[in-house]
């Protein structure tokens, strides 16, 4: 079992930044990769970023590529996303998640998740 515990999101204006974070804790040995989604009223979980938890490569949905940066610390199991020029369209629900068995970018490669941290960007 793998817990994630999600935290700092928060009402930002537009234009503005925003970092969230994401400590796991249990069987974190057995993670390969670690992820943000994110989710809004109506749509359907998207994926945002990723990061390999042995080699620390990166992955990035396009439409926050440039603008987001996820990065993670195994000391502390953590994992960060940092989030530049906010736009109105990037309030959701960010969920951190866990893949402990295969690599991806879609919501079932991922095991464990978290309970969500809102951010919401004012225009």
């Known amino acids: 079992q793998v817990q994630l515990v999600e935290s700092g999101g928060q009402l930002v204006q537009a234009g503005g930044s925003l970092s969230v974070s994401c400590v796991a804790s249990?069987?974190?040995?057995?993670?390969?990769?670690m992820a943000w989604f994110r989710q809004s009223p109506g749509k359907e979980r998207e994926f945002v970023a990723a990061v390999s938890w042995g080699t620390s490569s990166t992955y990035y949905a396009d439409s926050v590529k440039g603008r987001f940066t996820i990065s993670k610390d195994n000391a502390k199991n953590t994992v960060y996303l940092q989030m530049n020029s906010l736009k109105p369209e990037d309030t959701a629900v960010y969920y951190c998640?866990?893949?402990?068995?295969?690599?991806?970018?879609?919501?079932?490669?991922?095991?464990?998740w978290g309970q969500g941290t809102q951010v919401t960007v004012s225009s």
């Open positions: 249990g069987r974190t040995f057995n993670i390969l990769r």
């Open positions: 998640a866990a893949a402990l068995t295969r690599v991806g970018v879609q919501p079932f490669d991922y095991n464990y």
